[in-house]
Structure formats: C-alpha cells, structure tokens
C-alpha cells in the first residue's frame, strides 16, 4: 500500500511543486475544489490594489487609453490563446461562459444557414452542464426558424445522430459532473465529415490539459477563467473564432464594443473585422485585469507536465479509495482510462452530499452534484501527492466512522 512517505518522495521529484507557492492556499485545507472555483494566485492581491488605487482612483477615465483597459478582452484573449491552440487575433477574454456560448451557437447557426439552410438540428449531451442546453434551446426558440435541440444519451450516439446531417453540434470537452473526456480532434473531424459546425464548451479542460483548437481544425469554442485558470470568481470567460469563420458569422448581441469603429457612434452596427465582432458592452475591468495573474502563471507551466501530474494524481486517489474504502458503497462514476478522463474524479455515494459536507467540516474540499456525485478537482499547480492521501485518509475515516449521519451534514446550502 502506497504510505504517506512515498508521497512526499513524489512531491520532492515533482517538477511543478515550486508552483504552490504561487498561490495562497488557507493552513489546514485540502482543496480539491479548483474545477469550480481556482484558488487565489498571491499577485492577484496586489493586481487588484493597483487596478482600484491607481488606474481607478487616481488615473479615472484616462485609464481607458492610459492602463489599456479597452484592449485588454483581446490582450488577454491573446495570453490565454496559447492554452487552446488558438493563434493570436482569434480570442477573446469577455462575459460569461453562457454569454459566450450563446454568441457562438448563434454564429454558429449563421453560418450554417448560408451555407446549409435546410440543417435545423443542435446537438448536445442531455449530461451536458444545464447552462448549455438552455443557452441552446433558448437560441433555437428565439430564431424562430424550426430549429431543434437533440440530445445524446451517450457517446455512442453520436454517429447516428450526425447522420441526420445536424447544422451544430456543442459539447463540453470534459463533463462538469462525470469528468469524462471527449476526443476533441476525432469529434471535430467526425462532425465535419458530417457536414457540421462545432462548438466546443472548455470550461472544465482549459488548463487542466494540452488543448489544440487550431490543429483539430474546430469551428468555435468558449470556456472559462475562474477554474483551473484561477481567475477569480465570476472572472470573465473566453471565446474563440477559427480564423476562417473571422469575417463570417454574426453577432447576436452586436453592441458597440464590437463595431468596427466603435467610437464614431454610428446609428448602424458593423462589425469588426475577426473576433472583435463578439465583443458587446463594457466590460467589467476590476475582475478582467486579475484573470492576467492566473493566465501569467498558466503561460509559464508546461501543458504536458500538468497533464501527466493530474493523472497521477488521480491514479494515487483511485488506487488509495481502492485500498481503503472498498467496503463502502462507492462507485467510481468517471472514466479510470487516461485518455478519457478530463481533471476530476466522481464517486457516487447513497449519501453524497452528507460526506461532501462532513469532508469540508475536516478540511477536505470537493463539492456535490445532483443526485448522488462527489466530485474531487485535481489541480497541479497547487496540488500535492501529500493532500491526495491526506484527503483519502479522512474520506476513509468519515466513511468507516459514519460522521457523515450527523444531521448538520444534511442541511443544503443553496450552492452545493
Ligand atoms: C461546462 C460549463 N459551462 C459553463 C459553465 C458556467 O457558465 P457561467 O460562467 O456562465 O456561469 C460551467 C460552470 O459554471 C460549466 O461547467
Ligand atoms: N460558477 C459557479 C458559481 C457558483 C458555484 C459553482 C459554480 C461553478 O462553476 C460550477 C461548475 N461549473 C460545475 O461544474 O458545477
């Protein structure tokens, strides 16, 4: 059985570990949380300071030209482009990741009712995160063009499904709730042959593992900051345009960030030229400038590496619930092969929200997911072997000890 002392000696080999110092981290706390909240990088402090002291309070308005704030959705979208395999010009660092979605899925459409005007159908996972599915249905009965949604019950649906010739198809890379992982380059190339756009959803895989956009040829994606990109919370969200769609597809919500000439207050929308036309309002500046440290750190960690550590992680958690919580009603709901597992391990339990609950009260904090998921984010820039066994030791212990029946575990807070 792996001890704690062989955990250390993988800490001490770790080629990221020199990265946990980066972030602060509360004394006591396991966080295995980073796949819906990432922690704070310690520069965001001081990033925030200087946002509101200096070009705020002392600089005001000027800070517009002065500090860069109008630039900085495309700035950032540029520092963050290398994460997706996106080239410079093709991302941006706006709204929200349904905001987002919503423009994608839309231009999206746009473009397939020029090219393929009798296609009417999106496809998405009836598993997909809600937010999705309801950006996609809404959009389909906002347009008003027969447009229907169609969701896949498993993967294996997918191929019957592009072979009614879909218009879209919109998936998430990795499943907010099981961690599962889709092929992204084998799925884009299979919706292409089929005749489809896709839009990818990388909220749950953009820093967590290599992603190239660009060289699995996809179509549109967004995804968001505040997880393992440890933007902040509500940080602002990325979208991302192929360069061969940059004069095509329109904006849903074309506002005046995204006109071509933005400041000749023109009565007529026209869109800037790339993916500046997806821009729509004022951006809230204060939480866009501190997505820069955690995008800062990101830059300088190799993708590789922190794939190959999450997965070891992973594997030290599942081998250790395997050796010391097999007599417990634990079902490991994620992939266990490499290749189709994204950052995050769920185990379903008959009582999950209670042990999440009584896990936090110990200082281990994962989250639950409707009806009975634990979910455990791995994150390898401030994650360590140690905290693995840590965290199972007191998962072990809560579930050998029954703390979890204890009835404070069982009030629900509104965010689970
Ligand atoms: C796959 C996925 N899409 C979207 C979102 C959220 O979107 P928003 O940032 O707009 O709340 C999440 C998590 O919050 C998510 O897991
Ligand atoms: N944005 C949030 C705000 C509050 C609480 C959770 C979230 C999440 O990000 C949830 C996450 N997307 C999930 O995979 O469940």
Request: charged letters at 20%; aromatic letters at 8%.
């Amino acid at each position: 059985m792996t001890s704690r002392e062989d955990c250390d000696r993988r800490d001490a080999q770790d080629a990221l570990a020199a990265f946990r110092d980066e972030f602060v981290l509360p004394e006591g706390v396991v966080y295995l949380d980073g796949n819906s909240l990432g922690a704070r990088p310690r520069a965001a402090a001081a990033r925030a300071a200087q946002v509101v002291e200096e070009e705020w309070g002392q600089d005001l308005i000027g800070s517009w030209n002065t500090a860069g704030w109008w630039e900085l959705p495309g700035r950032l979208g540029d520092r963050l482009a290398p994460l997706i395999g996106g080239a410079p010009g093709t991302t941006l660092v706006t709204d929200t990741t349904t905001g987002n979605l919503f423009k994608a899925l839309a231009a999206a459409l746009s473009i397939q009712a020029e090219r393929a005007p009798g296609r009417r159908v999106i496809v998405s996972e009836r598993d997909n995160f809600p937010t999705d599915l309801y950006v996609a249905a809404g959009l389909a009965e906002l347009l008003g063009r027969g447009h229907e949604l169609r969701l896949l019950d498993s993967p294996d649906a997918l191929d019957a499904a592009l072979a009614d010739g879909p218009a879209v198809v919109t998936l998430s890379h990795v499943n907010y709730r099981t961690g599962a992982l889709w092929d992204l380059a084998d799925v884009t190339a299979r919706v292409h042959a089929a005749g489809a756009l896709v839009v990818w959803d990388l909220a749950h895989s953009v820093g967590a593992l290599p992603i190239d956009l660009t060289g699995a040829d996809a179509d549109l994606a967004v995804g968001c900051t505040y997880k393992y990109l440890n933007g902040g919370p509500g940080s602002p969200a990325f979208l991302w345009v192929h360069p061969r769609h940059a004069g095509s597809g329109t904006s849903a919500l074309p506002g005046w960030w995204g006109h071509a000439r933005p400041f000749a207050m023109e009565p007529t929308f026209e869109p800037a030229t790339g993916v500046a036309r997806f821009l729509a309002g004022t951006q809230p500046v204060v939480s866009l400038a501190l997505v820069e440290c955690g995008l800062e750190i990101a830059a300088r960690a190799d993708l590789a590496a922190v794939r190959a550590k999450s997965l070891a992680l992973g594997d030290l958690f599942l081998d250790l619930v395997e050796q010391r919580c097999g007599d417990h009603p634990l079902r490991l709901v994620t992939p266990r092969e490499h290749d189709r597992r994204g950052s995050h391990l769920t185990l379903a339990h008959p009582d999950a929200y209670a042990v999440v609950q009584a896990l936090i009260a110990r200082g281990v904090v994962g989250d639950y997911r409707e009806p009975d998921c634990m979910r455990f984010g791995l994150t390898p820039l401030y994650l360590r072997f140690v905290d693995v066994w840590d965290a199972v030791d007191v998962l072990a212990d809560v579930l050998d000890s029954r703390a979890y029946a204890e009835p404070r575990f069982r009030e629900r807070s509104t965010v689970t």
